[in-house]
Every structure is written in C-alpha cells, then in structure tokens.
C-alpha cells in the first residue's frame, strides 16, 4: 500500500508570500493530522481531521495557517501570508482509527514538507 | 498538558557501543509512550512503543521500558550501528478532544555512529 505522500518536499518562498501544503493519506485512513517542527525544537500537533471534518485544531499557531480535507481524502495547509517564523518541517500522519493510544492504529507519517521563508 | 523531555544531542558513538537516550514525561492519567525515528530523507517511522507501566517495546534491536515509578521510557540498544544513524523522538499519546488523541514529542535527538 502507499504510504502518506506529501507535496512539495522543500518550499523556499519569500516573507509575505503564500504556500500550500498538500498531504495525501494512506487509502481509507479517515483521520489525518498535521505536526510541524521548527528547527531545534518540539514537533508540535497543529490538527486533527476527522473524514472532512476539523476534529481539533488547537495547535494552529494564528489564522494565517488555514487547512482543508475537501471530500475527506486528501488535506492542504495553506500559510498566508508567510512570516519568517513559520519555517520547519511540517508533516502529515494518517490514522485508520483514531487516537495514536489506541491498539492497532499507529500513525503513519509522510516524509515531511521542509518549508523555508526568507 | 502531558510533555516529554528527552536528552540533547547530537550523540555520537562508534558502531557495537551501548546507546542510552533518555526521556522522562509529565502526564495525567496513563499515557501511551512511543519512540519515533527519522533516518536522514524519510518520514518519521514508529520505533517501537509501550502501552502502559512495566510494559517492555522492543524493535530491531531497541527496547524501552515504561517506568512509572521514574515516569522515564528511555531508549537502549547494546551494540549500534552505522545504519541506527538518525533522529530518534520520545513521544506520548494526549487526549484532545472528545474522541481524539494525538502525539506530544520531544525535541529529539540526533544519534551518528561511526564506523
């Protein structure tokens, strides 16, 4: 099976500009999440979707970070506009139930989207 | 909220040395705790994991025990190798909704074994 795909795999843009994350999910996997980690420090939760619907998304940082899972499949994480502090790799993990606690529901992670404002 | 706390790094050790990276956690209730690992290009991939206390993971090699008593799950391996080079994160669950969880990671820590 394919594992969780995300898009672009580097992004170097400049303060002010606008960029979008795309994660595609493991097929089926109704709960998807969104982690980034900025240099040196925690990776840290942003959000949880449930099929389309935001479960949680008391990690997003301010309201320029905006997320989407039109249709429940795949998710974007737009960021407008781009400040210097939002540099970090962000990453993308599906789930086929919910909670990471949970037995038999590990979350699977993508390769990450490293993301670079200048 | 519940956090983790594990060593700063980087760490380096030549290959068949004996690895030790702590974590220690802070959490209400009986999370579970996981470690993660990223090699250099990928994804983060579950390490290995244990769901409540005296509980032992193990994988490839790697094992961490849950203590509550210390309330640590540090990572060991007794002889590494070149190829364990990589990030390895302490993680445990956390409740965040009515029906949700999610991960809390600590910052990480860089192991490079040379040959």
Known sequence: ?118 | GNSVTQMEGPVTLSEEAFLTINCTYTATGYPSLFWYVQYPGEGLQLLLKATKADDKGSNKGFEATYRKETTSFHLEKGSVQVSDSAVYFCALSDHISNSGYALNFGKGTSLLVTP
């Open chain 1, 1 to 118: 099976e394919a594992g969780v795909t995300q898009f672009p795999s580097h992004s170097v843009i400049e303060k002010g500009q606008t960029v979008t994350l795309r994660c595609d999910p493991i097929s089926g996997h109704d709960n998807l999440y969104w982690y980034r980690r900025v240099m040196g420090k925690e990776i840290k939760f942003l959000l949880h979707f449930v099929k389309e619907s935001k479960q949680d998304e008391s990690g997003m940082p301010n309201n320029r970070f905006l997320a989407e899972r039109t249709g429940g499949t795949y998710s974007t994480l737009k960021v407008q506009p781009a400040e210097l502090e939002d540099s970090g790799v962000y990453f993308c993990a599906s789930s086929h139930k919910e909670g990471p606690g949970q037995n038999n529901s590990p979350l699977h992670f993508g390769n990450g989207t490293r993301l670079t404002v200048t």
